[in-house]
């Protein structure tokens, strides 16, 4: 059992920069595979980026490519969403998720945390 509680959202200007967190509980955390997702308003849940439990491999949307970083402690049992040049698109509310392996398909995905809200402005 893994449970999973985001914090770090806010409302920030285009082109600056937020930090995400996951704090993980759970004996498992440090074996699972890390993702981030969004969903915006109206529209689904979409992969943002992904982390092996090594924290060796990490994988992003295309939209997100050289914006975000992904990363890991193992020791805090916490996952991280480094955002650089947000956009307003990035406008969401962004969730963490933990599986057996680095999937960018939400079913893959056995435990999700409650979301936090990314705001962007023009």
């Known amino acids: 059992q893994v449970q999973l509680v985001e914090s770090g959202g806010g409302l920030v200007q285009a082109g600056g920069s937020l930090r995400l967190s996951c704090a993980a509980s759970g004996r498992t955390f440090s074996r699972s595979a890390m993702g981030w997702f969004r969903q915006a308003p109206g529209k689904e849940r979409e992969f943002v980026a992904a982390i092996t439990w090594t924290g060796g491999n990490t994988y992003y949307a295309d939209s997100v490519k050289g914006r975000f970083t992904i990363s890991r402690d193992n020791a805090k049992n916490t996952v991280y969403l480094q955002m650089n040049s947000l956009k307003p698109e990035d406008t969401a509310v962004y969730y963490c998720?933990?599986?057996?392996?680095?999937?960018?398909?939400?079913?893959?995905?056995?435990?999700w945390g409650q979301g936090t809200q990314v705001t962007v402005s023009s």
């Open positions: 998720a933990a599986g057996p392996r680095v999937a960018y398909r939400l079913r893959e995905y056995d435990y």
